[in-house]
């Protein structure tokens, strides 16, 4: 599920007030820090970390382990470093020495991001097991999680706490609160068949209590569902037809089949998802359709996706090479899931971009020395490296940067929720 959340922004948009999304927002903007300031050499990405640093350094780790890449040892200590002593992680902390305290800003997501990347590394049981308990201790009465400690729940935070639950050998059906278990929570956002977008799932009803489909929650929702994280996991192609099935005992399965139906048809027509961002109408949203890649892959529907995927191979270098790591890490996520083989994704090597990206890896594969193209596409993603990861945790500096005192994931109840 990766993560790119383009419905954050809308929300943004919507609590101040309809104004257009800053600049910063957009697929092709980069943040206004000055381009002189250092970041720490450890992190992935050259741009400003401020909302997006352990997110992006999550998904770098992550997809590196997937194929066999060992990640830098001081890349890993930085995402240690991040942590505060209650468990909970925060976007970026510039000074990672100094204490945590009420001012700073940890949210469920980047916890949960974390613990999945440190999981899989192994060897961090310590500091996911503080994360996980901090975790646990913010669920809420409904069994799902907001962005921020006691936001309302949403779709997205649930699923990826749900990952990072499973991947910490948590069972996430176990973790109940109030009777209510986070499936609970995700079935309740889950947009009925004989409805308008129905087998999708809602970000979070509207103010009346309805719910609107919507494909970035959808494909988030799907991965939950099933009981996976962000890598998602290729699963047996089922053979049958997608299709929303109606029945009063609806379980997590059942949703996330129905999600992924909805995705079928979403990506039919132009093998891609349209972005929901102001101004973008009928542009393409690469992160969502890699994110729906790896949804279909992981309810046994990669043949459905297939598409989709050979359609980002052709036109993924623009936007990757603008939004650094984290979008590298997303198509490695998705190619993988997909069985498609991310070091000739398009005639490219996805891996070496990454690579390139961070800190020199403490070692590749064996099959990785010596390729032309790999060495080719590192240099050419060191010439690229920089691009900024536009992704949803930008949101949430602006909404609580203006005082409204909760999470951009949870605001984002909005009227283009619709994909």
Known sequence: MIVRRS??????TAVIGGATAPAALADDASPSASPSRAFPSALYGSTDPTYDGVWRQSLALLAQHTVGVRPAAKAVDWLTGQQCASGAFAPYRADASAKCDAKTMVDTNNTAAAVQALAALGGHDAETGRA??????VQNKDGGWGYTAGG???ANSTSVVIGALAT???EPKKQVKNGKSPYDA??????PCDEKGGGAFAFQPDKKGALAANADATAAAVVGSLGKGLAGEAARPSGSAPSCRKGDALTPERAARNGAAYLVEALAKDKYLKSALPGATDQPDYGNTADAVLALATAGLGDRAADAM?????HFEQWAAKAGPAAYAQLILAADAETFDPRDFGGHD???KLDATGPRPASVPAAEHGSDTATKDAAQAEDDKGGLNVWWPVGVFVVVGIGIGIGFLL???TKRQQL
């Open 350 to 352: 996805l891996v070496a």
């Open 186 to 191: 995700l079935l309740a956002l889950a947009v």
């Open 168 to 170: 910490a050998g948590d």
């Open 152 to 154: 309302a729940s949403d």
């Open 132 to 137: 996980v308990r901090w975790l646990k201790s």
């Open 7 to 12: 419905a954050a922004v809308l929300a943004v």
């Open 411 to 413: 605001s984002r109840r």
């Open 310 to 314: 050979r359609w980002l191979e052709g």
